[in-house]
């Protein structure tokens, strides 16, 4: 088994960054690849973006490429993402989820992954 633990969210002003962790622990050698996701209120989970836990391959959705960086420390097994020019609209509950089949590093749908973090919340002020 895998455990997920996310860490930084928080409340920032429109403009403002904040760093997301995903603390990974357990069987890691099992992770292909980690993504993150969110959850805004009376709306679906969405993808942001994923890694290859054994490479440098990410994907990106449209709504964050070019603001947001995902990365990784595989000797601390944890991934990163940081969050830049942040809008009222990437407020919600940011997920990280792990995958352990192998694929591709573009995996966009929650049923692609197998093991979830309990999510760490981000709002953005106006």
């Known amino acids: 088994q895998v455990q997920l633990v996310e860490s930084g969210g928080g409340l920032v002003q429109a403009g403002g960054s904040l760093r997301l962790s995903c603390a990974a622990s357990g069987r890691t050698f099992m992770i292909d690849t980690v993504g993150w996701f969110r959850q805004a209120p009376g709306k679906e989970r969405e993808f942001v973006a994923s890694?290859?836990?054994?490479?440098?391959?990410?994907y990106y959705a449209d709504s964050v490429k070019a603001r947001f960086t995902i990365s990784k420390d595989n000797a601390a097994n944890t991934v990163y993402l940081q969050t830049n020019s942040l809008k009222p609209e990437d407020t919600a509950v940011y997920y990280c989820?792990?995958?352990?089949?192998?694929?591709?590093?573009?995996?966009?749908?929650?049923?692609?992954?197998?093991?979830w973090g309990q999510g760490a919340q981000v709002t953005v002020s106006s």
């Open positions: 890694i290859r836990w054994h490479t440098d391959s990410t």
């Open positions: 989820a792990a995958a352990n089949r192998f694929g591709p590093v573009a995996r966009v749908t929650t049923t692609n992954y197998n093991y």
